[in-house]
């Protein structure tokens, strides 16, 4: 059954009546070879509840033992998001009774996380079309075990409402994350939900230079809860806000923002109030709908976890942790866009479709910036926006795209086939070299068949073959494009433009 319309005010009479406040809790699965609290494997996409023990199932008497990799990893995150991070600090228990959780209780940090007090510089685009700094604080970064996965059968919208029965994977319950949790973020006005998705996408790419998760979002490796509330215009006191959970992309991030903005607009204008609760977020239909009441801190009744030890990391290991942090990834951006000879247009561009991180691997790869950039924003921006996923979820690589552009510049297909390659990878059938043979995508180089299809294109042209006689060597291109057309865009262009003056000189 699905959801009654809801009345949305619009975005710009929301700006003029109501200051948004936010706030992002961005979940981290961290890549480690176990879980958490025991030994069992962390493989994505395993069969259900292949990868669970006693211990991550809760059975009576398996005791935890912590991850060492995991306080590790949030301890990186935390330097890296320039916390302060705790001398002593210990795991708690959340107690919650929902199926996703084998124990009843998850074993987070509540008053004493590991990383606290920070802040991240988010990169936007200012009025003058410069880079604009919006500082986000961070309230803390905290360590706690993933929860399984429910699986709802039978209804039509895979949620549990109308579903016949329910499935539940336990494989996830147990996995390391680290929440990063923001505090209030407050006058950023119209560029809510702009500097919302810079966040995340800034996170992102931090936690992918740390090296202690592959983020995707694809997968659920990185998601974001969007906190979001509303005050009348002055009021200091913040609104009461909603929880939209588990967005897991960057423009539905954005989205997810903009639309809970005007929706609470609608209410608080018609003289409702909003419930303190949390939303789940429809990629489909680009709105959010009612979960459940939100709980607050004291309803979990979190209290300290007796079978796990304290965690004091020494400051001479913090040190230690702190000497391999990366490059800043706002001041690698700088350095690189240098590098790559790229305007502040270019660099701001391939920023803000995704795609830097992207052209950075490719690059890697031995493909030149521009090139890099051509295909990232060009070819694969285009399916990613037709397709409406984010561009690094398309079914292509770094490494296939400098392939491809290898293959151009030897000659051995174009920038058109080139494209027809793209579109083959992306509907599975194989690799560029795979494509290009199945498909008998191969620039034509046969100088007789070129000199045919040349002889042809005069023929038919000849008022364009007698301006080329008489010097004109630029109409060239009118008989180029008919030699192309002839042989289905697979001829090498430089060659038919050779045997085009040849043969008219």
Known sequence: MSAAPV??????????????????????ELNSNTKMFCACPTEFGAEPNTQVCP??????????????????????????????????????????????????????????????????????EGADGQPEIFRVEIERAHMEEDTGKSLHVGGATGRIQGADHSLVDYNRAGIPLIEIVTKPIIGAGERAPEIAR??????????VALGVSDARM????????????????????????????????????????RYEMQRHGAILTAGGSILQETRHWHEDTGVTTSGREKS?????????????????PSREWVEELRA????????KRNRLQIEWGFSDMEMRDTIGAGAFGLVEQTVAEGCAPQAARKWWLGELARRSNEDGVEISELGITPADVAKIQSLVEAKTINDKLARKVIE????????????????GLAVVSDEGALSAAVDKAIEAN?????????????????????????MGGQADAGRVRELIIEKLS
């Not at 199932?57 to 995150?77: D, F, H, T, Y």
């Not at 391999?324 to 001041?331: G, K, R």
Request: proline content about 7%; hydrophobic content about 40%; overall charge negative.
């Open 55 to 124: 211990v991550c199932l809760g059975l009576p008497g398996a005791m935890p033992v912590v991850n060492v990799k995991g306080v590790e990893s949030a301890i990186r995150i935390g330097l890296a998001l320039n916390c302060e991070i705790a001398e002593w600090c210990r795991f708690a228990r959340k107690n919650y009774f929902y199926p996703d959780m084998p124990k009843n209780f998850q074993t987070s940090q509540y008053d004493e996380p590991i990383a606290f007090e920070g802040f991240m510089d988010v990169s936007i």
């Open 424 to 439: 083959g990878m992306l509907a599975g059938e194989g690799t560029p070299e795979e494509v290009i043979e199945k498909r």
């Open 218 to 257: 694809d997968q659920g490796s990185i998601r974001a809860d969007v906190n979001l509330s509303l005050a009348p215009k002055g009021e200091t006191k913040l609104g009461t806000r909603s929880e939209t959970k588990n967005v897991n992309s960057l423009r539905s991030v954005e989205r997810a923002v």
């Open 462 to 486: 000849p008022g364009v073959a007698d301006k080329i006689r008489d010097g004109k060597v630029a109409a060239a291109g009118a008989l180029i494009g008919a030699v192309m057309k002839e």
């Open 7 to 28: 009345k949305l005010m619009s975005f710009e009479k929301v700006l003029e009546n109501f200051d948004p406040a936010m706030g992002l809790e961005v979940h981290v």
């Open 296 to 312: 607050d801190a004291d309803d979990y009744r979190y209290f300290p976890e007796p079978d796990l030890v304290p965690v004091a």
């Open 324 to 331: 391999t942090l990366p490059e800043n990834p706002t001041v």
């Open 198 to 207: 810079a966040f995340v996408g800034q996170l992102r790419d931090l936690i």
